[in-house]
C-alpha cells in the first residue's frame, strides 16, 4: 500500500475511533476491508491513539481563536496525523507530513480544510523547531 492510500485510510480509522467510539482493531479492520494490514496504516493509527493527548496539547496551542473541539472531525482527525507524523515519524521529513495533509485534506475536508490545515501545521513547524 502506498503512504498517501495509507495515511487516507488511516484519516477514515482515525474518524471511527473519534466519532463512534470504536476499538482501533476494529476500525483498522473496517477500512482495510479484507486487504492485508499495512505496516504504516498501523503505525499511524496507534501512533495517533496512543500519543493523543500529546498531540491534542500541541494542535491547541498552536490554535488562533479555535478550539479542538469545535474543529471538522476531519480536520482534527488530519492535523493530529500530520502532527504525529512531524513529531515522531523519523523517516517523514516535516515537508512532506504538511504536503500530504494538505492534499488529504482537499479530498476529505471542506472548502477551507487544506488552507486551514496548512496554517496550522506552518505553525505547528515553527513550535517544533524545524
Known sequence: MKR???????L?????????GAEVQDAMESVLNGA????YLEAI?????GKREELDEIIR????NWKLERLANIDRNLLRMA???MAYSE????SVAINEAIEIAK????????SFVNAVLSKVKAHLGF
Do not use: C
Open 36 to 39: 492485508e494490514p499495512d505496516h
Open 12 to 20: 477514515q480509522a482515525l474518524y471511527q475511533i473519534d466519532i463512534v
Open 107 to 114: 479530498k476529505f475536508g471542506d472548502d477551507q480544510s487544506s
Open 83 to 85: 502532527v504525529y507524523e
Open 4 to 10: 498517501r492510500t495509507a495515511r487516507e485510510k488511516a
Open 45 to 49: 493509527i496507534t501512533g495517533v491513539t
Open 91 to 94: 523517516d517523514v521529513p516535516v
Open 61 to 64: 496551542g498552536n490554535l488562533e
